[in-house]
């Protein structure tokens, strides 16, 4: 599954559907007629890759072709500004995903190798010359320890990417 930003506009689309047909804000009927248009359009762009459109103001008049100008309600409450910098979040954070996966694959490789080397006598080095001997596990450990520090720069930025970029009310004046 591509999760671009055509997929990121149908997930936020979906789900502010379910929010506000439980809120009241939408009829069951408009949240069905709405989530219908969604599922056909995102039929027709797994068919077409076309249709997988980049910008909300790009996928709502394709939207509105798959229902009619009533499914337009459903952007009550968000504002194509916000969508935008959810989209672009939730694509940011699927790649840091995997980054981290990555970063974790070296790692445990380098422990792995720090395993398999407990043993193994190395020389550390100062500015260039021998110095005294060590163990590469140690010196892997070392690697693996600077590493860990970087991996949870990346927890912590993966926190951040679960929180709304653009907080609440964003320019549409709802409360």
């Known amino acids: 599954m591509q999760r671009d930003e055509f997929f990121w506009t149908s997930t936020i689309n979906k789900a502010t559907i379910v929010v506000n047909a439980a809120e ?8 069905r007629e709405a989530a219908g248009g969604v599922a056909r359009l995102e039929a027709k762009a797994e068919k077409d890759p076309a249709l997988r459109v980049k910008s909300y103001i790009a996928y709502e008049p394709l939207l509105i072709a798959e229902t009619s100008p009533a499914v337009t309600l459903i952007h009550a409450g968000r504002s194509s500004q916000d969508i935008l910098s959810t989209q672009r979040t939730a694509i940011l ?13 070296v790692i445990g490789k380098l422990l792995d190798l720090a395993e398999a080397n407990r ?3 190395v020389p550390n080095y100062t500015n260039g010359v021998a110095a005294q001997p060590n163990s590469y596990a140690h010196y892997l450990l070392g690697i693996t320890a600077a590493f860990l520090r970087d991996r949870e720069r990346l927890n912590e930025c993966l926190t951040r990417y679960n929180a709304c970029a653009m907080g609440s009310t964003v320019l549409n004046g709802t409360g």
Do not use: M
């Open 93 to 105: 954070r699927d790649r840091t995903v995997q980054v981290a996966k990555a970063f974790d694959a």
């Open 119 to 121: 043993h193994t006598i």
């Open 24 to 31: 009241g804000l939408l009829s069951n009927e408009a949240a």
